[in-house]
């Protein structure tokens, strides 16, 4: 079992334009959320090619911050409230189906579809807005990540008490690549490009209102020691570097445009549209040997 | 109906079997009293951890012919996610992982990037910020 | 997992001894018992330092640190108050409050520590070595020497029993 991070955060929304019905609803609780203050425990499972995962996670939220704490004792905390419009990718429609009851709490029941796929399933708690329960699904109908908490105790700050956020601010970088990392991935549009991780890394974010991924690029391969023992996935006949943590993929290779590195918390299938979308791994000496073996 | 018990503080604590943990996750969505239980031992567990750690007194060291500079223990080792403050960040040599051929960065690096940058983002599916590997 | 394995009884001590403390403290309430307790803890590990053959680290300190406990109790005569383990005389430990000179600290713990003396000892220790040392299920059974499914059990009906006493 994996030990990872989970921090159960939600967007702060202000509907761009006129968003009416289910949309709006779910802004709503998603807003009233945010200034929600309760502890409790949460627990996360993901299918991964890899596997299943699971983790429980103590978790809290007061003031602004979330903190979690999984059971190695790692304590990681993040801030909730987020600036910015949101506007719902037009491939996407909010279905409301009405409330129920999840650890005898009256919760709403939100369908995100992608067209006739069910994507993603929200129970939002009516009294705080909390979102208690969610449940992503792939392309083909599986299962992805779900994420349910266990115990709820709302008005209780428990490990969010005294927790004193500073925020860095992305600095804009001034010029980049416009073609290795282009305005709009596999129906995603760029929302903002930054200083990556070092200097000579710029990184662009990618959302479409539901999901969301950062791709690194830089002249140079982006090495990351971590995924060093990492599997080698085949993604539509070319070989990469690839490692889940629980929802989260990351993502490495290089191409002709330099080096890449995508990580997001994104369902099997876009992980595999946005790769599509993207300069493909080079052969290099890796992609050699990789090609004499398969 | 067969309850939980003690399988309740082993799946806390991160200490269940896959099996045991399916039959936790399944059994707490229907059943009160186990839910109300879980409840319980999450208060206990909460009150524990929030004892304040103790100093040794520096006699004790002085007693045994020890030098009483201690390693210094991290007292709330937060690690943020999607916000940094310098003091409690990791430190990363930077100027060692890069060679002529790669730049080197750390997940932790990149996971701190993506979520930052998560600060603007207008997108509601639950974020699973990852850090893993950060830690050991 | 590789074992990272303190090389000199200086690392040992370094690096263990707040938390030998912080264990003794929280298993007697009273800080002179507990610097006792982790004086003779550090030095029997000094002596067993050279004999130590590759394992549990944890399991093997906290092995230790329980004996010296065990011994300490029975040669103060002490009587605690509830179930000791079953190899020593069950008597009972007066639970001594803590002196007026502690650290301020100490009080925010005030109740919880109270709640905690209050438990048999088995569930104490199991409780202090889960929740406050950060043992795993595993490094409790070896350093208690009972089956993990018996530190399951011991570990819950403590963490129950303090819930009930701090309702």
């Known amino acids: ?294 | 109906m067969i309850h939980l018990g003690e399988l309740i503080s082993a799946y806390l604590d991160g200490e269940t079997s896959s099996e045991e943990t399916a039959r936790v996750i399944s059994h707490i969505e229907t059943c009160d009293r186990c839910r109300n239980e879980m409840s319980d031992v999450h208060a206990a567990r909460g009150a524990l951890r929030s004892l304040p750690v103790l100093e040794v007194p520096e006699v004790l060291f002085e007693n045994l012919g020890l030098s009483t500079t201690v390693v210094p223990m991290r007292r709330r080792p937060v690690t943020w996610i999607a916000a940094a403050a310098a003091a409690i960040l990791i430190a990363v040599t930077s100027a060692s992982l890069a060679t002529p051929d790669a730049i080197g960065v750390t997940l932790y690096d990149v996971s701190l990037n993506h979520g930052q940058q998560q600060l603007s983002d207008p997108g509601i599916a639950p974020k699973l910020a990852i850090l893993s590997g950060a830690e050991q | 997992m590789p074992e990272h394995v303190p090389l000199t009884w200086e690392e040992v001590a370094q690096t263990h001894g707040r938390k030998i403390y912080n264990f003794a403290y929280r298993l007697t309430g009273n800080p002179d018992d507990a610097s006792d307790l982790a004086q003779e803890v550090l030095l029997r590990v000094r002596r067993g330092l050279d004999s130590y053959s590759p394992g549990s680290f944890e399991g093997w300190l906290w092995r230790i640190t329980r004996n010296a406990f065990i011994d300490d109790v029975r040669r103060k005569k002490r009587r605690p108050t509830t179930s000791l383990p079953d190899d020593i005389d069950r008597s009972t430990l007066a639970s001594t409050p803590a002196p007026d000179d502690v650290l301020a600290s100490i009080r925010l713990g005030d109740d919880v520590q109270k709640a905690l003396l209050a438990l048999p000892y088995d569930f104490r220790e199991s409780v202090v070595m889960c929740d406050l040392i950060g043992l795993s299920y595993d490094e409790i059974a070896l350093a208690t020497e009972v089956p993990v499914g018996t530190v399951r059990s011991r570990i819950h009906r403590g963490r129950r029993m303090l819930r009930e006493a701090l309702k």
């Open chain 1, 1 to 294: 079992m994996r030990r990872v991070a989970v921090v159960g955060v939600t967007a702060v929304l202000v509907i761009a334009g006129a968003a009416a019905g289910a949309a709006a609803q779910v802004a709503e609780l998603v807003e009233q959320g945010e200034q929600a203050r309760y502890s409790g425990e949460q627990t996360v499972v993901c299918n991964t090619p890899d596997g299943q995962t699971s983790e429980v996670f103590e978790v809290a939220q007061a003031d602004g911050v979330v903190v979690s704490r999984d059971s190695g004792g790692v304590v990681r905390a993040a801030a909730v409230t987020r600036t910015g419009g949101w506007s719902l990718g037009g491939k996407y429609e909010v279905r409301d189906r009405g409330e129920e009851l999840f650890l005898q709490r009256p919760v709403a029941v939100v369908e995100i579809m992608e067209g006739d796929l069910l994507r993603l399933r929200l129970r939002f708690d009516v009294e705080t807005g909390v979102l208690l329960a969610s449940d992503v699904f792939n392309g083909d109908g599986s299962p992805y990540c779900s994420t349910r908490f266990v115990v709820f105790l709302p008005g209780a700050a428990g490990l969010a008490a005294n927790v004193d956020p500073e925020l860095l601010d992305l600095s804009p970088v001034g010029s980049f690549n416009e073609s290795a990392l282009p305005e709009a991935i596999a129906g995603f549009d760029r929302i903002s490009v930054g200083q990556g991780p070092r200097e000579e890394i710029v990184s662009a974010y990618y959302g479409d209102g539901i999901f969301s991924f950062t791709v690194l690029n830089a002249e140079r391969v982006i090495d990351i020691p971590e995924l060093a023992e990492a599997p080698t996935a085949d993604i539509e006949g070319h070989a990469y570097r690839r490692q889940f943590s629980l929802s989260t993929v990351v993502v490495e290779w290089s191409s002709d445009r330099g080096g890449y590195v995508l990580i997001g918390d994104i369902p099997l299938d876009v992980q595999s549209q946005v790769l599509r979308a993207l300069p493909t791994p080079q052969q290099g000496f890796f992609d050699r040997l990789w090609s004499l073996f398969n």
